[in-house]
């Protein structure tokens, strides 16, 4: 298909993204998956693309003893597997892998940070530092006060406006709001806030940061973008993968934890915040936290006919495998009430959007792999047309789709040529056939502005405290003496459990 761009129109942002400073990057957890799935593999392409800093230092940070050509070895095989993109350039490999080094140490032996900082101040390290903590959330505040106390932390110490040291955080930031307060505390106390970068993978995606541009780029939507227009909005994060090996983590999770608080929240705030004043990080942080304080305090009852729970039941993945009872998964109690799909109806409270349902869903093993928004239109009035349709005519509907098949579609009616009848067709734009263009994976994008200090696409913490008061609210209504919400089984391969059809309807409730 021939590009639909017309380039002369185009403006480009990214000099103004994208300007990585040098940095000694030091991975926490550098033997884990996280570091070998997406950290290596995105630093990997970023040096290919020519984005990283000739002059950047990677440090790999763990407890197993292993040399340096060790620790280069494995992430080369697993870059291998895991980089998007392949074959693997040589070059660019050897290239970043001669800076590579690692430093064996134990996360709570003080000498470890001491051999740190000595490191940091070799004549061959650039003089910034960017700490990457790829460990497991329990230890976020541990390595923040170990750095802090080996004089690597920035609260308190001015480094001027050409140096930085930034603490990089991986989710999950805390299990409620209590922890993640205590946590944001003990970080603070280590850490200047504009030093701390919260990730939400979510947040790199290209398809999630063009929310906004779709939005306010554009003058055909905002008009419509409002309760005068939109019946309903839904946000489905469907995943047809059950919990594999990750169950010790997940069963004292659960999906409100894992995928609402986070993910979805984050989605939810890109579609319905107001246009920030400018492009500047505290300008859009300041627009999304405001509409997470705009959704009320619901009560017990109310969450409980506005929510749903479920845990997949055995059953065939999309791929034909067979993905076991969730309670038979590897770690997981075999009694274990852990939800593995949630729906949640939510109301954002102004101007904008009272009254217009919100449907966030997310669930494991169900019968496709997706990430996307629907944005329901008003019906048109169908008299005109009553008798091609009866009484009702098809409501336009906005599709944007985060993952797979970036893209976005407008369903829109239309007559039949030669009949006297209206059909549904759709205009489509699908980002990777119509444009070609590089598209790079999440942490491309977070460690770049991480870098460069743009914390844009990183959690501020009253967004993090924000998400907790709504996931607060749902577990407490969950597990309240007279809540009790009905785990719901679903077979696992199937659609989950269905939401009620009173949920689309304004002012709906269960
Ligand atoms: C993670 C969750 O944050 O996001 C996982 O912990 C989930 O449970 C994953 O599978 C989904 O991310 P993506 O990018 O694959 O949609």
Sequence with gaps: MPSIRDESASCDLSEAALSPAPAAIVIFGATGDLTHRKIVPALYNLERNGILPPETKVIGFARRPLSDAEFRDGLRESCSKFSHIQPMVSEAWDALAA?????????????????????????????????????????????????????????????????????????????????????????????????????????????????????FANSIFEPLWSRNHIESVEIDVVESGGIGTRGGYYDHAGAARDMIQNHLVQLLCLTAMEPPATLAPESIREEKVKVLKAIPDYGVRELLARSLRGQYAAGKGIDGKSIPDYRGEPKVAPDSKTETFVALNI????????????????????????????????????????????????????????????????????????????????????????????????????????????????????????????????????????????????????????????????????
């Design 99 to 215: 800076r590579m080094s690692y430093l064996e140490g134990d996360l709570e032996d003080p000498m470890a940070y001491a051999r740190l900082a000595l490191r940091l101040a070799g004549p061959d390290m650039p003089p910034n530092a960017l700490f990457y903590l790829a460990i497991s959330p329990e230890q976020f505040g541990v390595v923040a006060r170990y750095l802090d106390s080996a004089g690597l932390g920035t609260a308190g110490h001015d480094l001027g406006e050409t140096r930085f040291r930034r603490l990089v955080v991986e989710k999950p930031f805390g299990r409620d709001r209590e922890s993640a307060r205590a946590l944001t505390k003990t970080l603070q106390e280590c850490f200047a806030e504009r030093d701390i970068f919260r990730i939400d993978h979510y947040l790199g995606k290209e398809t999630v940061q063009n929310l906004l541009y779709l939005r």
């Design 347 to 510: 109301e954002i409270e102004n101007w904008r959007f009272a009254g217009v349902p919100f449907i966030l869903r997310t669930g494991k093993a169900l019968d496709r792999q997706e990430s996307v928004i629907r944005i329901t239109f008003k019906r048109p009035p169908a008299t005109l047309f009553a008798g091609f349709c009866g009484d009702r005519l098809a409501p336009n509907v906005l599709t944007i789709r985060i993952q797979p098949d970036e893209g976005m579609f407008l369903g829109f009616n239309a007559k039949v040529p030669g009949a006297a009848r209206l059909t549904a067709n759709d205009l489509h734009f699908a980002y990777r056939e119509d444009t070609g263009d590089y598209f790079p994976e999440a942490y491309e994008r977070l460690i770049a502005d991480a870098l460069s200090g743009d914390s844009t696409l990183f959690l501020r913490s009253d967004e993090t405290d924000e998400a907790w008061r709504l996931v607060d609210s749902l577990e407490a209504a969950w597990f309240s003496a007279d809540g009790q919400a009905p785990l719901l089984s679903y077979e696992a391969g199937g659609s989950g459990p269905p939401i009620p059809r009173v949920w689309f309807r304004q002012g709906g409730r269960g």
